[in-house]
């Protein structure tokens, strides 16, 4: 008999993933036995949590979504290169007893944006948010040679930390400038949070809108942007390719995410 292994996404809240459904399509597709849970982590349970999965043999990581994200890179016992250039860790691999944070949602950027056509080199990228996922996608835009980087938030001291760490600017969301790349990196318009467009008022037609949230897919921020000109990139890309690279991370087997994928599709 296989030994089952175990794994997890944390955030708070949690139960929008689809993370648990994509790891069983991925561990059934590749033979390995596995239970992947969802599992609900409050701020102030979150070390606790990781100390105890520290601790058990078969537990072999976790993903990390919001708000966990930063915190996480500071709870591991070891960074990965990737996780320290964002600041922010979306993994965590249990080996040997210990906890190392990487970030293969940087990469998750990178495909998505490369999957629609949409170029970062030489472009003024506006990342909407200053949390974890806003940090890859600033590095994502950093080391494939955005012309400008701009951070908006509500929080202009947090937009202002994030922008130094990547050599951005920092505005407040109503004052975001004029972009060839408009991205939502705020949980705005996911599945039970506030439903509304953060596109600025006066954003570039023909521009690349690209929403993280991939649940619902299609957001307020996506029907916003392609009814008023703007091509439109969704979370799902981005999900997809983070996910398979957590995976292979886990268990050193590549799932066959475009099988998968096609094969959902016909369904």
């Known amino acids: 008999m296989k030994a089952v ?3 997890a996404v ?3 809240p949690v139960a929008h993933s689809r993370s648990p459904e994509l790891f069983a399509r991925f561990a059934a597709a590749t033979g390995i036995a596995l239970v992947y849970e969802a599992v609900d982590v ?4 979150l070390a606790a949590t990781l100390e105890r999965w520290r601790a058990e043999p078969d537990f072999v990581g976790c993903n990390v979504t919001l708000p966990h994200k ?9 960074i990965e290169p990737a996780a320290r250039a964002c600041g922010a860790a979306n993994v965590l691999t249990r080996e040997n007893g210990t906890l190392v944070a990487g970030n293969t949602d940087v990469a998750g950027v990178e495909a998505a944006l490369a999957a629609h056509g949409v170029e970062l080199r030489g472009a003024r990228v506006a990342i909407l948010g200053a949390g974890g996922a806003a940090r890859a996608v600033a590095e994502a835009a950093r080391r494939n040679g955005a012309l400008r980087i701009v951070v908006a938030a509500r929080d202009r001291l947090r937009a202002q930390s994030v922008a130094r760490d990547f050599g951005a600017d920092a505005c407040a969301l109503g004052d975001v400038p004029p972009a060839d ?10 599945e039970g949070h506030d439903q509304r467009s953060l596109l600025p008022l006066d954003a570039v037609r023909g521009a690349a809108a690209f929403d993280l949230v991939y ?5 307020p921020f996506l029907v916003d942007a392609r009814a008023r ?3 439109t990139v969704t979370g799902t890309t981005m999900f997809l390719a983070q996910a398979a690279a957590t995976f292979e991370r886990w268990f050193g087997i590549a799932p066959p995410v475009a099988e998968l994928a096609a094969a ?3 369904a």
């Open 70 to 78: 930063e915190r996480a890179l500071a709870l591991a016992d070891r």
């Open 42 to 45: 409050a701020p102030d349970d």
């Open 181 to 190: 790349v408009y991205v939502n990196a705020t949980p705005v318009g996911m």
């Open 229 to 231: 000109g703007l091509r």
């Open 264 to 266: 959902k599709e016909r």
């Open 10 to 12: 944390i955030g708070h």
């Open 5 to 7: 292994r175990r794994a």
């Open 215 to 219: 649940v619902p897919e299609q957001t």
